[in-house]
């Protein structure tokens, strides 16, 4: 039973964000996804145009994740690989590097990010910016 896990913030859900997760189905039979808090995402120094319950529930919607949990700070995986006995930790390839850290608890993946596409981006053709209100 090979267990996965990935993160991120996965605000304006996009075909990037999709073929992330579907690669992720293609390599382990249960996907958890940690989603992060609006909090954390502050912590992050970015404001998501939509709040977490929206995210999360979009994220599970997409019928390829087993479950989703709150993501409060980079420090907790180790806990959540324990907890949910993941032994394949994936994140796209713009965070190359940054979780190797984590190689004593489970193998640590980095997929290709898909190309021309980002929540950035997005909000930049929807004018939004921080200064908007956070959507429910
Ligand atoms: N992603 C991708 N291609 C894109 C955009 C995103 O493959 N064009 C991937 C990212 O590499 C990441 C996942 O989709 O693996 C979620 O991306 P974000 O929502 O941007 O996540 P981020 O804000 O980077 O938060 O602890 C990790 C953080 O929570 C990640």
């Given at each position: 039973?090979?267990?996965?896990?990935?993160?991120?913030?996965?605000?304006?859900?996009?075909?990037?964000?999709?073929?992330?997760?579907?690669?992720?189905?293609?390599?382990?039979?249960?996907?958890?996804?940690?989603?992060?808090?609006?909090?954390?995402?502050?912590?992050?120094?970015?404001?998501?145009?939509?709040?977490?319950?929206?995210?999360?529930?979009?994220?599970?919607?997409?019928?390829?994740?087993?479950?989703?949990?709150?993501?409060?700070?980079?420090?907790?995986?180790?806990?959540?690989?324990?907890r949910l006995g993941a032994n394949?930790?994936?994140?796209?390839?713009?965070?190359?590097?940054?979780?190797?850290?984590?190689?004593?608890?489970?193998?640590?993946?980095?997929?290709?990010?898909?190309?021309?596409?980002?929540?950035?981006?997005?909000?930049?053709?929807?004018?939004?910016?921080?200064?908007?209100?956070?959507?429910?």
């Open positions: 039973m090979s267990r996965l896990i990935t993160y991120g913030t996965f605000d304006l859900f996009h075909h990037g964000h999709l073929r992330l997760l579907r690669r992720c189905s293609a390599l382990a039979s249960e996907i958890h996804v940690g989603v992060s808090t609006d909090a954390f995402n502050m912590e992050k120094g970015k404001r998501s145009v939509w709040g977490y319950s929206r995210r999360s529930r979009e994220v599970l919607e997409t019928g390829l994740v087993t479950s989703v949990f709150p993501e409060r700070s980079f420090e907790q995986k180790p806990k959540d690989i324990t394949l930790f994936i994140m796209g390839d713009d965070w190359k590097g940054q979780f190797d850290w984590l190689v004593p608890f489970c193998d640590v993946i980095y997929l290709p990010r898909t190309p021309n596409i980002s929540t950035t981006l997005l909000k930049s053709k929807l004018n939004w910016t921080s200064n908007d209100s956070q959507c429910r």
